[in-house]
């Protein structure tokens, strides 16, 4: 990642790549931490994600974690990606995790 380059950019690409492969199986897909407070110019700048499918799905959620990778390679920046089903979100919103994700996070789906 160039000095210019914000991670805000590596985590629209992935948020477009994830729609485009797995849109019909995602319904969240919240950027939260560093890339979203502005404080991605670090040497170990970092994209956070919160990604909610639909339902469970380990095949699926490992070919996320991989594009992930890919994208964050492509970027400079390192993705933390927290794939969880919906009925798992919805059953544990007043968790500080999924709370703050949701709160302070940016929605790309």
Known sequence: MSDD???GDAAA????RAQD???EAI????????????DDRGVH???EVL????????????????????VGAEHGVVFEVHVLPAE????????????TALEEGRSYV
Do not use: Q
Not at 13 to 16: E, G, I, W, Y
Not at 27 to 38: K, M, N, Q, S, T
């Open 51 to 70: 990604l909610v499918l639909e339902e469970a799905d380990p095949e699926r959620e490992r070919r996320l974690e991989a594009l992930a990778e890919t």
């Open 13 to 16: 690409t992935f948020a477009a």
């Open 21 to 23: 492969d797995h849109g």
């Open 88 to 99: 798992r979100v919805e059953a544990n919103s007043d968790h500080p995790f999924i709370r």
């Open 27 to 38: 319904r969240d897909l919240v950027v939260f931490g560093d890339a979203v407070r502005g």
């Open 45 to 47: 700048a970092s994209v």
């Open 5 to 7: 380059a914000p991670a």
